[in-house]
């Protein structure tokens, strides 16, 4: 049985314990690192996060929380919060997409919308997705790991979600390699790339919104021809099928690429430095049956989107403080998640968080499910076969909007390759 919460470590070592210095080869000074490389400021916005008590103004970024509780009541408030606002990823999008997205982000259709999408990805079909897509390439790199040789696990996690890409949007991609799939996960990583530097202002330049809306043509321009014919077993079609016009699927698939391109590739490899860091995959190997609490752990202490940004709609009175209509909020979701306490694959769930790494309320990320199967695929490949592996080098991604590592290269131990 998963173990209770241990609260009885002082209120300051739980609080700190994040937040070390990248001194040491723990599992947190790795994170630290990763993140820092990522974005220099991250460290230090989650380190004040930690006294948003249960909120802080914070000069030019407005306020900040890293409370859970708070952060939800945010997130389930769309009488006094939006996203569609300077401030709100809704607001940037829109400027690529155009003036629709206002009304299907979060306006009257956007309940419609969620509605007729939310059996996109059940746990069932994101499990059928995972097997479709990488079925013979999870298959390949399966047989040379367990044969001792090394895995670039954060390569492979990027060739993996350029296979999904493919296999979601019903892309026609002839006699397609690993290096086809890397192009695609990188035409991904180029288009949320023009939301770096929109933390504290969303409004994007002429010469980006020009780039952005190439590359959603790119991505997305098959979809007018191929809509009507498109296979269920595609999200393309599964849209038309559940109602959802051409436009809107369109932009449903832009927000995949989006949000589940670079925040999917980055948790895989985090979760393997993780279960390696932390010494807990000699558990799951002898305890399988955490293998679910092992993926919702992964997800809660990597959390790949970090922040979430919202914009105040109306005055309101939220944890003693006054936020005034046009003020912005910024929810510290990875500080939030992380206050809870290192990894550990048997930690009890945690009701106050429950899917803060996927956001909440009417935002609440489509594509869960199938980021669970994903991770839960990548947690079965690094110690299905019962036998540990080790972390031969790593790499941390430099300027990148969603913290990851560029090379995560691990091995079986006791390999006639390793040690």
């Not at 399988?288 to 989107?305: C, D, H, I, N, Y």
């Not at 909440?360 to 592996?389: I, K, N, S, Y």
């Not at 080098?393 to 990148?400: A, F, L, N, Q, T």
Request: with cysteine; proline share 5%.
């Amino acid at each position: 049985m998963p173990v209770a919460e241990d609260l009885t470590a002082p209120v300051r070592e739980r609080r700190l314990a994040p937040w070390r210095d990248g001194r040491g080869t723990g599992a947190a000074a790795h994170e630290h690192r990763l993140l820092t490389a990522a974005r220099p400021a991250l460290p230090w916005l989650n380190w004040v996060g930690t006294f948003a008590k249960p909120l802080l103004r914070v000069p030019r970024l407005g306020w900040i929380t890293a409370d859970p509780l708070t952060a939800r009541a945010v997130l389930n408030d769309p009488e006094h919060f939006t996203l569609l606002s300077e401030g709100g990823v809704g607001h940037l999008w829109a400027q690529i997409l155009g003036d629709w997205v206002y009304d299907l982000f979060d306006g009257a259709g956007h309940y419609d919308l969620r509605t007729r999408s939310r059996e996109l990805f059940t746990e069932k079909t994101s499990v059928a997705f995972v097997a479709t897509a990488w079925g013979d390439r999870m298959t390949r790199a399966r047989a040379s790991f367990e044969a001792g040789e090394p895995l670039d696990v954060a390569d492979l996690s990027r060739i993996l979600v350029g296979q999904m890409v493919v296999t979601l949007l019903g892309m026609h991609v002839p006699d397609a390699t690993d290096e086809t799939y890397r192009s695609i996960f990188e035409t991904g990583e180029e288009l949320a790339a023009i939301a770096l530097g929109t933390t504290s202002d969303t409004v994007l330049p002429a010469e980006k919104i020009a780039k952005a809306r190439e590359i959603v043509e790119r991505l997305t321009g098959h979809i007018d021809a191929s809509f009507a014919t498109a296979s269920s077993a595609t999200v393309i079609g599964r849209c038309r099928d559940l109602g959802l016009s051409v436009r809107e699927t369109k932009g449903l698939s832009t927000l995949l690429m989006v949000a589940g391109t670079e925040t999917a590739a980055s948790a895989m490899a985090r979760t393997a430095a993780l279960l390696f860091d932390t010494g807990e995959q000699n558990r799951l190997i002898e305890h399988p049956e955490f293998t679910e609490g092992a993926v919702r752990e992964a997800l809660r202490v990597t959390s790949p989107a970090p922040i979430i940004g919202r914009s105040v709609l109306a005055d309101l009175e939220i944890g003693g403080r006054t936020l005034r209509a046009g003020e912005r909020i910024v929810v510290l979701t990875w500080t939030a998640n992380n206050l809870a306490g290192e990894y550990r694959i048997d930690r009890a769930y945690i009701p106050q968080n429950r899917q803060l790494w996927f956001g909440a309320g009417r935002h609440l990320c489509l594509g869960g499910p199938l980021a669970r199967a994903e991770l839960t695929a990548m947690v079965q490949l690094l110690v299905g076969d019962g036998r540990p592996f080790r972390v031969v080098s790593r790499e941390y991604g430099k300027r990148v909007l969603i913290p990851a590592y560029r090379s995560l290269v691990v091995q079986k131990v006791g390999s006639r390759y390793g040690r």
